[in-house]
């Protein structure tokens, strides 16, 4: 009965902790978009509706205007006069406003750009980390497959010794132990003498994936 090994590293401990801060990079990025956007579509919504209300309110002024002239109504024409002075006024004055706002819509469109820019780039970095913390599950799983493969050639060796002592036929060779499936390779299903290949004691994980 053989004990598999935890699957922790520091490599992959420490590709864990770089890829769940990418992750968290990534997420407040896009809750800032989310606020962002939200305030610039208000922004927008007011300044769209503060145009039209002026533009409605101008043009009911000039209607009210016209119409008191054409009926040679004086008082009716003076009333109209002085509520499309005061329209006018209005509009001088909330000039600064609108300017205001605007600014503020541009400066937050580029927030917002600058935003997508960082979510690209945190995008590509999460991907690469993925990659590594792949990288590092691979190497513990191949040194897993490599360091069980040792031992049941051990038992077999084993097993080639008491063989021999009791007198019965039997060749390190010819012995094949079946490999778990969590264990299994593309290119065999059992332990032997030449499913093992000595090599460096830390070898590439592609190395290692080709034993």
Known sequence: MFKRNTLSTPEIKAAQTKHAAHQKTRQELERTKEQLARK???LVAEDAL?????????????????????AGDTTAEAEADTALQSILSESDRSRGKHLARTAAIAKLEQ?????????????QALETSHKELLRAILYKRAEQI???????????????????LMGLQGSLQDIRIPLPPTHQEDRFD??????????PERPPVEELLLD
């Open 111 to 123: 927030e917002v750009g600058e935003i997508d820019q960082r979510l690209e780039e945190c995008g």
């Open 146 to 164: 490599r360091s069980s493969a040792n031992e049941l050639v051990a038992v077999a060796k084993r097993y080639q010794q008491v063989a021999y």
């Open 50 to 70: 503060d145009k039209e209300a002026k533009a409605s309110a101008h043009d009911k002024a000039l209607k009210a205007y016209s119409a008191a002239i054409a």
């Open 190 to 199: 059992y332990v032997g003498p030449h499913t093992i290949r000595t090599g």
């Open 40 to 42: 610039l579509a208000s």
